[in-house]
Nanobody, 121 residues
Framework: QVLLVESGGGSVQAGGSLRLSCAVFGYTYSSYCMGWFRQAPGKEREGVAAIDSEGSTRYADSVKGRFTISQDNAKNTLYLQMNSLKPEDTAMYYC???????????????WGRGTQVTVSS
């Protein structure tokens, strides 16, 4: 049973920072590709950042230079450091995992339940 549990969301003012965490249970973490996604009300889910099993990262253009994806294999945890937050970053944020590298695509097989991020102006 693969389980992903996100945490770290909250409400911040524009320009602030948050760090999201995704705890991973049920598989050998280091062999999986991981991603962070977000979905705002009325919008499709979009890829924010991804990291493959070798540690290579990809980012959506909208977050480049502001967000950083990282992982701690010893703790089986994925992170998303979000700086210089903007109101348009407001969304439910999800982590996802798969043996296949979907990058910023939504084809991942395993998903968490999400953590809400709200950025006020």
């Amino acid at each position: 049973q693969v389980l992903l549990v996100e945490s770290g969301g909250g409400s911040v003012q524009a320009g602030g920072s948050l760090r999201l965490s995704c705890a991973v249970f049920g598989y050998t973490y280091s062999s999986y590709c991981m991603g962070w996604f977000r979905q705002a009300p009325g919008k499709e889910r979009e890829g924010v950042a991804a990291i493959d099993s070798e540690g290579s990262t990809r980012y959506a253009d909208s977050v480049k230079g502001r967000f950083t994806i990282s992982q701690d294999n010893a703790k089986n945890t994925l992170y998303l450091q979000m700086n210089s937050l903007k109101p348009e970053d407001t969304a439910m944020y999800y982590c996802a995992a798969d043996l296949f590298d979907y990058g910023l695509g939504t084809g991942y097989n395993y998903w968490g339940r999400g953590t809400q991020v709200t950025v006020s102006s």
